[in-house]
């Protein structure tokens, strides 16, 4: 499984940002999906996750301001980030976890929040 993100960038405090992560190879192994995010000099942390059934889970830090959804036949993760605060900069990275427990990770991109 591959995982390739796009959306991230720089935006004021208070403004909006969509991620998207495309998933390709054996995409049919895969249950959950979801957004982490790693700021400098500290530990990766979930954002939100999405099952295959369209369970969601979501970080209390980021509840009732981002939402994650989850496109099955394009194979692709959403995450639409609104009411935006400095702390949410961080590199976001895309996760799947097949049904195994295995996890795919994307290779990160960044998301910066100024006041």
């Known amino acids: 499984v591959q995982l390739v993100e796009s959306g991230g960038g720089s935006v004021q405090a208070g403004g909006s940002l969509r991620l998207s992560c495309a998933a390709s190879g054996i995409i049919f192994s895969i249950n959950s999906m979801g957004w982490y995010h790693q700021a400098p000099g500290k530990q990766r942390e979930l954002v939100a996750t999405i099952s295959s059934g369209g369970s969601t889970n979501y970080a209390d830090s980021v509840k009732g301001r981002f939402t994650i959804s989850r496109d099955n036949a394009k194979n692709t993760v959403y995450l639409q980030m609104n009411s935006l605060k400095p702390e949410d900069t961080a590199v976001y990275y895309c996760?799947?976890?097949?049904?195994?427990?295995?996890?795919?990770w994307g290779q990160g991109t960044q998301v910066t929040v100024s006041s």
């Open positions: 996760n799947a976890e097949n049904y195994r427990g295995y996890n795919y």
